[in-house]
């Protein structure tokens, strides 16, 4: 010991880095040319932007995206939670059930799905419900039922609750099978073993992929436009095919959008932060 | 039910159990006695962890059948001998009256200490809140952990943890504890704290049947000792016989191998 204190001092330093200074140059220049960009280029149109982002027709169509989004995102949920269930259960025709559906919404282009649902009644005039072979119970003309907000909503659903089914499906098997088994000799029966033991931390798992998704919808929202139903996007479109502004009308949208998802984004890591209760990861 | 008195607390008849080609427990026949604390020995792979697990039905029998306090884990008794397999929500009212403690806890990790200890009383038993915090907070001081109600599991030692998990099941106020290799995972110099609360509750009159590879402790703690070997009972009888006078072949090799292991 006495021998390493009276040797020369060692002197420490840390590795040499020449990238990096050079990709800070890099990025330098570039934000440089798209600030410049956004300044001096005249077809930006910040005029008509700053005209339409908070009219009263645009933030209607903003309005109608929410509400899209929030319907889908919750009915969403809950057909994932059923979707995940169904393919966890014990019983096989709930599994295939599941595992069709879900086969089909990977299957089949978003675009597709909303329009193929929309022109439902081509296929199916009537919609009819009693049991087979019997004469209907109850019977409407399908073209009532599905309309454009009914179709936009069903689409986006559709293809929201599979991907959930499968992230939900992850997260409840990433649960220790130790904690069944702890719940289940405690005497909980499966319902309450679900309930309060495993979904809890299930979900913990799944927030942020299912996070991710929910602010996917927001934006795939865009699509039902196919369709033509009035949201956002539609909107935007509407308004320039009368005024020629393309690009500035469809500014107003994406700045809509990012602004919207950031805000999302900050609700996430507030929610990831509750759920993470007793877990340092 | 007044002849609940004369049923062992846990008996087992010719209880097999196959995983796949794999025979674990065969035909094992097991009573214990109400208040006996009976520790079951053996190497690893042998069957005793499947066979605490039969006892509370978290594993089926392939064969056999076994009562807690007469009552048949798994089944309605229809007619004389005729069983009737039950939906698991029944199941798992039987469960209430055995306890279990787990090699590795398995404590709730996104509820408190508390919460993992109310949980079951306040969702199965239907308690009130204040009432299971009273009885929480006396099983807690009971294992020495007053302090850490409000702590995460993952706060914990595995001691304290495993001390938890002893309080929760003593919650559900069984009638048989079932103790699964409740010092395995823990460091050496946690082994103590854990088997003292055990101690503690053997002392308290409970049935309990204990797997273990702590063969000191099942020589005090025990009533009975059972050593199994390739699914079936090579030994049974008193600590003093079995563990440190085997007749067995089999059950003084494994003695001697553990004794080895412990002196290494």
């Known amino acids: 010991m006495t021998m390493q204190s009276t040797a020369t001092p060692v002197q420490l330093l840390p590795r040499r880095d020449y990238v990096t200074p050079v990709l800070w140059v890099v990025l330098f220049f570039m934000v440089l040319g798209v600030v410049i960009n956004l300044f001096t280029n005249p077809r930006w149109r910040w005029d008509v932007v700053s005209q339409y982002i908070v009219s009263e027709q645009i933030l209607a169509g903003l309005a109608t995206t929410l509400w899209l989004t929030a319907l889908s995102g919750i009915v969403g949920i809950a057909i994932g939670l059923v979707t995940a269930a169904m393919r966890l259960s014990k019983r096989a025709p709930l599994r295939m059930i599941a595992s069709v559906y879900i086969a089909l919404s990977r299957a089949i282009p978003a675009l597709v799905l909303i329009l193929f649902i929309y022109f439902f009644a081509a296929l199916v005039p009537n919609i009819e419900i009693g049991l087979p072979f019997l004469p209907p119970l109850i019977s409407v003309p399908t073209n009532s039922v599905i309309t454009q907000f009914a179709a936009a909503v069903i689409g986006l659903t559709f293809i929201l609750g599979a991907h959930l089914g499968e992230i939900f499906r992850g997260g409840v098997l990433s649960v220790d099978k130790g904690q069944q088994e702890a719940a289940r000799a405690l005497g909980m029966p499966p319902s309450t073993t679900q309930l309060r033991v495993i979904l809890p931390q299930a979900i913990r798992v799944s927030t942020p992929a299912g996070a991710n998704d929910l602010i996917s919808l927001f934006k795939n929202t865009s699509l039902v436009s196919i369709i033509g139903y009035t949201e956002l996007l539609t909107t935007v479109q509407s308004i320039y095919a009368r005024t020629y502004e393309t690009i500035p009308l469809l500014l107003v949208a994406c700045i809509w959008y990012m602004a919207l998802t950031l805000l999302a984004m900050g609700a996430q890591r507030l929610l990831e932060r509750r759920m993470s209760r007793g877990f340092s990861r | ?264």
Do not use: W
């Open chain 2, 1 to 264: 039910m007044s002849t609940q008195l004369t049923h062992p607390a846990v008996s087992c008849l010719e209880v097999s159990k196959s995983f796949a080609d794999l025979e674990v427990l065969r035909a094992i026949s097991l009573d214990v006695a109400q208040g006996e604390v009976v520790s079951i020995l053996g190497p690893s792979g042998s069957g005793k962890s499947t066979l605490l697990r039969c006892m509370n039905r978290l594993e089926q029998p392939t064969r056999g059948l076994i009562r807690i306090h007469g009552d048949p884990m798994g089944y309605l008794e229809e007619a004389p001998g005729r069983f009737r397999e039950l939906p698991e929500r029944d199941v798992a009212r039987q469960r209430r009256q055995i306890g279990m403690v787990f090699q590795r806890f398995n404590l709730f990790p996104h509820m408190s200490v508390l919460e993992n200890i109310i949980e079951a009383p306040l969702r199965v038993l239907g308690s009130g809140k204040a009432e299971a915090t009273e009885k929480a907070l006396d099983l807690l001081a009971r294992v020495g952990l007053s302090a850490k109600r409000d702590a995460y599991p993952e706060q914990l030692s595995g001691g304290q943890q495993q001390r938890v998990a002893i309080a929760r099941a003593l919650a559900m106020e069984p009638r048989v504890m079932l103790f699964d290799e409740p010092t395995s995972a823990l460091d050496p110099e946690l082994v103590g704290e854990v088997l003292d609360v055990i101690s503690d509750v053997s002392r308290s009159g409970m049935t309990m049947v204990i797997v273990t590879h702590e063969i000191s402790f099942a020589r005090d703690v025990s009533d009975r000792v059972v050593f199994i070997d390739n699914g079936s009972i090579v030994e049974m009888g008193p600590p003093q016989q079995v563990i440190d006078h085997p007749q067995e072949e089999r059950t003084r090799t494994f003695l001697s191998r553990v004794k080895q292991a412990e002196l290494a």
